[in-house]
RNA sequence: GGCGGC
DNA sequence: GCCGCCAACATA
């Protein structure tokens, strides 16, 4: 594996196709030679992050239950290929027989290319841990078959010339001769299905599998098997060239990452998701020590009440732990905070290893820690307002799932005066679920603009803008002190001077309002918290 | 909470 | 009973 990168431009950007048609000579290839090309830094990159969306499509599929190679799978894979603008690879996974023997356009051509080096690329960023590579190979193998299955029996016959298989399909007349034993002995396939279908002799020791399971005709040592079982053969194949890549590829890694760009790219890779991003907070960490602070100044109603939730019952069921520990992670809790505030509550009414057991994984997964590394985002509006409140404990949004006397004293209780409750009401009563709650942002931050709400963590951060905790686009190390400056006196729940520099007259203002008002709700929070705790059955 | 494994 | 794995998706 060893990419020389050039940093230089090019002059003969195009490559002769001539020369490519020979290199990558068929749709389906095994992976086996690591390719020499010079390549630009920015196609490197782009390659892996279009290999990447590729991968993802058939992560997606399986999650989704779709059995392999189904039409159902086919039909989502194709859907989303093209929805993805990866229709060069459609075509690589579905142009077969009908037009192949004729001339290749050239942009088919391009596109093996890209799929041979994209692989060889994402095997540097998927080598590095265990469940990276489980889930890489597992991918690639999929996209492998479905571009395996797409073939037409003269590519299959060539593809198998091209990659040493020493297997010829059975000539009619040949395949006359033991047609008895293929009807009684093929495993799966009717007798109609049977003459249709190409055959393929190939020394048995290749197919130990189908012949222990004797799902195969077997004479002489020679296994007859069909298209369907080629695919396995040639599958394993190709999963040991891969599997052996990616030792090889853990060894010449440090080679490689030699490059500081390259380095960071294949490191972030994974976590790179593809599409918008909002998963990773860009704000300095949460400590989980100032969230009864936030849970009253900055977090909209649905979440407040799952903390406070929590606070006093030490528990919340799955949904909840779901809508308040994804948007806990969206607002900058670390993972490590995120456990300790879990397991702190919970502790007070489990012991504390059966938390660990039945809680701290899928932490970790929501974090993208765990199995297919995907770091989900936080729970929209339409999601939470959507879910219907479960009678036993979390509620999605308030206003939609509590009913109007209960949240109307919610409210009181949350000292809004009863005009403001009305003014709120007035939304909820007629459905308006999101303006209710853009209200309730106005009425508790005492703002005159309207704000649209369609997200918790945007209701979070907006929150935070008003109050004092701007954040600057490029945080620079002035800029960044002076924010964790404000943090720490956000946790002792009042400003001071020099957190006030250079903010113009009605800013001052409103921070001096808002930081005023977390102070005093601030000073019932413990003796309101603190409640006698009945020890329950636990109902997850 | 669902699915899956022993 | 133990365990692993999943879900999501706003924003300028
Ligand atoms: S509108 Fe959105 S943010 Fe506001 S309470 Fe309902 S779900 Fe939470």
């Known amino acids: 594996m060893d990419f020389h990168l050039k940093k230089r431009a090019r002059n003969e950007i195009k490559v002769e196709v001539v020369s490519l048609e020979t290199k990558y000579p068929h749709n389906v290839m095994i992976y086996n030679y690591p390719p020499i090309d010079d390549i630009q830094i920015e196609e490197f990159e782009d390659l892996a992050l279009e290999r990447l969306r590729l991968l993802r499509i058939f992560d997606h599929a399986g999650a989704k239950g779709l059995r392999l190679l189904s039409d159902d799978w086919k039909e989502y894979v194709n859907a989303e290929l093209s929805r993805e603008g990866l229709r060069n690879y459609l075509r690589l996974c579905t142009t077969s027989g009908a037009n192949a023997t004729g001339a290749k356009h050239e942009a088919d051509i391009q596109t093996r290319r890209r799929d041979y080096l994209s692989h060889f690329i994402l095997r540097l960023a998927y080598c590095r841990s265990e469940d990276l590579t489980r889930w890489f190979i597992g991918r690639e193998m999929e996209y492998f078959k479905y571009k395996f299955s797409a073939l037409s029996g003269p590519e299959i016959k060539q593809f198998l010339e091209a990659n040493n298989f020493h297997f010829q399909p059975l000539t009619e007349s040949q395949k006359d001769e033991i047609k008895d034993g293929l009807y009684e002995s093929t495993a799966g396939q009717s007798v109609t299905k049977i003459e249709l279908l190409d055959f393929y002799k190939v020394p048995f020791t290749q197919v130990l599998d189908l012949v222990r399971g004797r799902r195969c005709y077997l004479n002489a040592g020679y296994a007859y098997v069909n298209t369907h079982d080629l695919v396995s053969i040639v599958g394993t194949k190709q999963q040991d060239e891969i599997e052996q890549g990616l030792q090889a590829a853990k060894l010449l890694i440090d080679d490689v990452e030699a490059d500081e760009r390259i380095a960071r790219m294949l490191k972030a890779l994974h976590t790179s998701y593809t599409g918008k991003d909002y998963t990773v907070s860009r704000e300095i960490a949460v400590p989980i020590e100032s969230l009864d602070q936030l849970s009253k100044t900055s977090m909209p109603l649905c979440m407040r009440v799952c903390h406070e939730h929590i606070r006093t019952q030490h528990h919340i069921k799955h949904g909840g732990r779901m809508q308040y520990g994804l948007f806990l992670k969206g607002i900058g809790v670390t993972l490590e905070d995120s456990i300790r505030f879990w397991r702190d509550e919970f502790s007070k009414k489990m012991d504390v290893d059966k938390f660990t057991r039945s809680y701290e994984y899928n932490i970790h997964h929501n974090y993208g820690k765990k199995g297919s590394m995907v770091n989900y985002s936080?729970?929209?509006?339409?999601?939470?307002?959507?879910?219907?409140?479960?009678?036993?404990?979390?509620?999605?949004?308030?206003?939609?799932?509590?009913?109007?006397?209960?949240?109307?004293?919610?409210?009181?209780?949350y000292s809004l005066s009863p005009s403001a409750c009305e003014e709120i009401m007035y939304f909820v009563s007629r459905g308006h679920y999101q303006f209710a709650c853009g209200k309730y942002f106005m009425l508790t931050h005492n703002s005159q603009t309207e704000v649209a709400i369609n997200h918790p963590n945007t209701y979070f951060e907006e929150s935070q803008n008003l109050m004092g905790n701007r954040q600057k686009r490029n945080p620079s190390s002035q800029a960044s002190q002076a924010k964790s400056k404000i943090h720490q006196n956000l946790i002792k729940g009042h400003a001071d001077r020099s957190m006030l520099m250079g903010q113009d007259d009605d800013e001052l203002w409103r921070i001096a309002e808002s930081q005023e008002r977390a102070y005093q709700s601030q000073k019932g929070i413990s003796e309101a918290f603190d409640d006698d705790l009945d020890l329950t059955e636990i109902v997850d």
């Open 378 to 413: 936080p729970y929209s509006c339409l999601k939470i307002i959507k879910e219907m409140a479960a009678p036993g404990d979390c509620h999605g949004c308030p206003y939609k799932a509590l009913d109007q006397t209960t949240l109307k004293s919610k409210l009181t209780s």
